[in-house]
């Protein structure tokens, strides 16, 4: 029996393809599942509009393939982020995620990555901290009785760019739906690239990490980098990972070479592969 799971960020394919085709790479590629992404774009937020019938189909198209989707990425809230203080805006992105939620149930998927973003593309300040957390409690209770899982994704601004940053808001609201899902790319930029800190800072999450994005960063640079081409210690925090019982793991890059794509996920998961066994046989 495989001791893990490794899936592939659905952005590093072209977009053009279709789900079956998604599908049916992933799989030939050796990955386990797909990690399903729900971004700002209308094209992908109109996803949580599916009606039932394009719902069954999916579920079908998966079952034929035997690849499922293991989790949703939901970067839709940048646009529409919790924290707002636009009203309009604040409505919608509860709405976002509403729908990401009973979209999730529906495809019967665990997790839902979400965004740790109070603001994005305007100023972050008390009251769009005081707006996030109002938001994110109620999102929470929406979640539990779907019985899907948040999980903070550990993102590239200072707002939450650590799992201690988001453990803040785990242990406040205090339910089992409310959970980390870090990017070991992105804590290894917050850390300034200190191993020891992205370790000590994982740790800050044990028993409440549920998965991890697998990323490459350097300084400054947090994404469209290929694996082995930066600067992210996979040994070290697959290590901590492990420790704290976390075997499941996305491939998080995206398609930029038009040429090689099918090759760049390969090697994508050739590394990971050998990273992740390196890790749990050492």
């Not at 995620?97 to 997790?111: D, S, W």
């Not at 109070?118 to 996030?132: A, G, L, M, P, V």
């Not at 929406?142 to 808001?169: D, H, P, Q, R």
Request: net charge neutral; proline share 2%.
């Amino acid at each position: 029996m495989k001791t893990y799971q490794l899936g592939l960020y659905e952005k590093s394919m072209p977009n053009e393809l279709s789900f079956s085709q998604k599908l049916r790479i992933t799989k030939k590629s050796g990955f386990d599942f797909l990690e399903l992404s729900v971004d700002e774009t209308d094209e992908k937020l109109k996803r949580l509009d599916y009606s039932m019938d394009e719902i069954k189909q999916m579920r079908h198209q998966m079952e034929k393939e035997d690849v499922f989707i293991q989790s949703i990425c939901l970067s839709g809230h940048r646009k529409y982020p919790l924290g707002s203080e636009d009203p309009i805006v604040s409505k919608q992105s509860l709405e976002i995620m509403e729908k990401a939620i009973v979209l999730a149930h529906r495809l019967g998927v665990r997790y839902i990555q979400i965004a740790g973003y109070d603001e994005y593309y305007q100023t972050s300040n008390k009251q769009t901290q005081i707006n996030f957390l109002k938001n994110l409690e109620q999102s929470v209770k929406i979640a539990s009785t779907y019985g899907v899982v948040l999980a903070f994704e550990t993102m590239e601004t200072s707002f939450m760019n650590t799992v201690t940053k988001a453990m803040k808001y785990v242990n406040y609201v205090q339910s089992p739906y409310l959970k980390v899902y870090p990017d070991i790319g992105n804590l290894t930029n917050a850390a300034e690239h200190n191993p020891d800190d992205v370790i000590l800072d994982l740790k800050n999450g044990k028993g409440h990490i549920v998965a991890a994005h697998l990323k490459e960063t350097k300084p400054n640079v947090f994404r469209n980098l290929m694996f082995g081409k930066g600067h992210t210690n996979y040994q070290a925090c697959l290590k901590e990972l492990i420790s704290q019982n976390v075997f499941l793991y996305v491939a998080e890059f995206w398609h930029n070479d038009k040429k090689n794509w099918r090759n760049n996920i390969k090697k994508a998961y050739t590394f990971l592969k050998e990273e992740i066994e390196g890790a749990m046989n050492s």
